[in-house]
């Protein structure tokens, strides 16, 4: 069922909303007639580009706006790609980024419009780095704007990254930063399980075992009642969506698939909030998970 909500009951998230079960050719021109955006640039996955309609089909949603668009963001974010989006949004005054694609995408873009007004026009690596407290790997919030470009994302993983104020990008020396600032989550975020859909399920299971792992990790570590109590209410959730994305895949059931996906959409916001709103730090297997998660996308590739 459609509804909207806002992202999280937390400070700095008031007017950051999402949709679940978006429409993502409806719910992207209402926001931006909403926000009076008339200057778009698109960022998007590289194999929904050339794959699929979806973003042909939202070109010509929008071709009463000035379309700028980026295809491809490399994995884990890197710096050039960052550094990229940023500097279209500074040259074009961009008034709302729209991602679509994977953690990646949405953690670029996220660092990318508190970079473009934080930063000089023209920018470069040195400047990003210098923002960073070497020692905690960080940037901000005191060294970090707020972002003054709506940002739209809809995700095609479970990763969850979305919802977090946090993202991470890496440097031309293969470090991973992060950069936040408490404004810094996307202004919308649209789960759309056609978009969604289009993931390959290999993928797309992967990243729900991350989202199961997530759960787990924080679930050991809680030392918060209210956490443990949200954990077990949600991960149920994240199992029968995944469950019924299966079934329905192999079943040739496409109502029991998009049902799934979208079930596990929610269930994958539900497993980041106990970070987010708790502090409960992941362990070792979400840092070993990112490495497989990768090496499978590379060999898919």
């Not at 790609?81 to 279209?88: E, G, K, V």
């Not at 940002?151 to 890496?170: D, F, K, M, Q």
């Not at 470090?175 to 936040?180: C, L, S, T």
Request: with cysteine.
């Amino acid at each position: 069922m459609r509804e909207r909500i806002q992202q999280l009951d937390i400070e700095g998230r008031n007017s950051h909303d999402a949709i679940f079960e978006a429409s993502y050719l409806d719910d992207i021109p209402a926001a931006l007639t909403e926000w009076k955006a008339s200057r778009i640039l698109l960022v998007v996955s590289t194999s929904l580009d050339t794959k699929s309609s979806v973003i042909r089909d939202l070109e010509k949603g929008l071709s009463n706006y000035q379309v700028y668009k980026k295809v491809g963001v490399g994995s884990h974010s890197p710096y050039s790609d960052i550094i990229d989006i940023a500097h279209r949004v500074q040259d074009h005054d961009i008034q709302a980024v729209v991602s679509i694609g994977s953690g990646s995408y949405s953690d670029a873009c996220k660092i990318a419009v508190m970079l473009s007004a934080t930063l000089p026009s023209g920018f470069g690596e040195n400047e990003m780095e210098a923002l960073v407290d070497q020692k905690r790997g960080l940037a901000g919030p005191d060294s970090v704007k707020a972002p003054a470009t709506k940002l739209i994302c809809v995700p095609t993983s479970l990763s969850a990254g979305e919802w977090n104020s946090y993202a991470s990008g890496t440097n031309a020396a293969g470090k991973k930063q992060h950069f936040m600032h408490p404004e810094g989550a996307p202004s919308l975020i649209l789960m759309d399980p056609t978009v969604a859909r289009t993931t390959p399920s290999h993928l797309w299971l992967a990243s729900g075992m991350r989202a199961v792992d997530h759960f787990v990790e924080s679930l050991c570590r809680a030392e918060c009642h209210e956490a443990a109590i949200h954990i077990k209410k949600g991960l149920p959730l994240l199992v029968r969506g995944l469950k019924e994305y299966h079934e329905g895949q192999e079943g040739g059931n496409e109502d029991e698939l998009l049902k799934g996906i979208a079930e596990s959409q929610r269930g994958s916001r539900d497993a980041l909030i106990p970070l987010i709103k708790w502090k409960i730090p992941m362990g070792a297997s979400h840092a070993i998970g990112h490495q497989l998660v990768s090496l499978v996308g590379t060999r898919a590739g």
